[in-house]
């Protein structure tokens, strides 16, 4: 499909930019007033430990009193001796008789809290899940990615995290077992056939000198991933258990390419394969490349298929637990202020916000988006909406 403007020029960003505001206008209202509902609740919990404390602060202070009353009344009777048993005694039957009232009064707040706290969790993951079907789309220039993949019972755990314009960053959960390709334990040779390795110097029998000892890793595992943005680090391995033989492979696709590559034996630390000069002498260092190209290719496939948000952070600020989802949704409006600008100067109607839709075979479809429409949805949430409106280039 490709997307035109209103005056059928060439709209840069090819894809429904309309269907993507409006969905914006909804998220937006929607989990800010679920915010707004979770710093009420989050008010009303403070207010209950402060009340809860300064009662019990009351209780002492009351207790306190009394105790120095009855010591003062002992003070000043004639009658201490007969007296001052029966008061130890008062004393004791009024301490006890108040710490329980301050355990069942302190048990009945804490009980409120903790349903409260309930609530604010509960309002959390709806507004986890609301941020997530709008960021899943990717709504926002994406600057790079992380990939992390490891080893699981079966196949592999993979996260990536995006790193998007305007200082937002979202980690979500990959489900790999949907790509043939990942659903299961990877070997080296699933990307590349017959990459060998310098692993170690050994002396063949009968002879002096030491050679270098070529190890093809065909059969060697997948077990640890990690690629971000031109970085790639790999872990291959014998077997699965912690123990077994290893080769870890860092390859920077910068500019200027480097590889380094480290090997440990059985039950050993790993160590730099290029720090000896006759295993880096025979080391293809081209073939390494290829190896790592097939990698990045591969991990790249897993990407649509990212599916649950963990987390979602603003300027490295948890969003959700920070409340600060009004400050995530202006950033967005930022971003996509000026997109709104370019298609209003297109647009042949000054209340509507237009594109067109061209198939493979030529047809176009119009799309609208009335302006008033966005303003109004937006209002739900008053003077929050308002300021999205201003920042957007609505009103």
């Known amino acids: 499909m490709k997307y035109l403007f209103g005056d059928t020029t060439d709209f840069p960003l090819q894809r429904d930019f309309l269907k993507l505001l409006d969905n914006f206008t909804d998220t937006s209202v929607k989990a800010i007033s679920i915010e707004n509902k979770v710093l ?3 008010d009303k919990i403070l207010d209950k430990r402060r009340f809860r404390n300064s009662v019990l602060e009351e209780m002492d202070i009351f207790l306190m009193r009394i105790e120095n009353a009855i010591s003062e009344a002992i003070a000043n009777s004639e009658e201490q001796e007969i007296i001052i048993q029966y008061a130890d005694k008062s004393k004791e039957f009024l301490k006890k008789f108040m710490d329980e009232g301050k355990n069942k009064f302190s048990d009945e707040i804490l009980r409120e809290i903790d349903q409260l706290v309930k609530k604010v969790d509960e309002a959390d993951e709806e507004n986890r899940k609301t941020l997530e079907s709008f960021f899943i789309q990717d709504p926002v220039n994406i ?20 790193f998007c314009e305007g200082t937002i960053t979202c980690l979500f959960e990959i489900a790999s077992s949907e790509i043939p390709f990942w659903d299961g334990q990877v070997k080296a040779i699933d990307f590349v056939r017959g990459v060998e390795i310098p692993a170690r110097m050994k002396k063949p029998f009968l002879k002096k000198e030491e050679v270098p000892d070529i190890v093809k890793i065909d059969d060697y595992f997948l077990t640890d991933l990690v690629l971000s943005g031109k970085e790639l680090e790999v872990v291959f391995k014998k077997r699965f258990d912690t123990e077994a033989e290893r080769f870890r492979l860092k390859i920077d696709f910068s500019d200027e390419f480097e590889v380094e590559l480290y090997h440990a034996e059985e039950n050993d630390v790993e160590k730099n394969i290029q720090a000896v000069p006759e295993l880096k002498n ?8 290829e190896l790592g190209e097939k990698i990045v290719e591969r991990t790249n496939d897993i990407y649509p298929k990212k599916r649950r948000l963990d987390h979602i952070h603003l300027n490295d600020k948890d969003v959700i637990e920070e409340n600060i989802i009004v400050e995530l949704m202006e950033n967005v409006a930022e971003f996509f202020a000026p997109i709104i600008a370019d298609i209003r100067k297109h647009s042949p109607f000054g209340e509507e916000l237009s594109l067109k839709a061209e198939d493979e075979k030529g047809e176009r479809t119009e799309i609208y988006l009335k302006k008033s429409v966005v303003i109004e949805k937006l209002d739900a949430i008053k003077d929050k909406g308002k300021k999205l409106s201003e920042i957007l280039g609505v009103e």
Do not use: F, Q
């Open 282 to 289: 025979v080391l293809k260092v081209l073939r390494l490349r």
């Open 40 to 42: 009420e609740l989050k």
């Open 143 to 162: 600057i790079s990615k992380k990939y992390t993949l490891k080893k699981a019972e079966k196949g592999y755990s993979a996260k990536v995290l995006v």
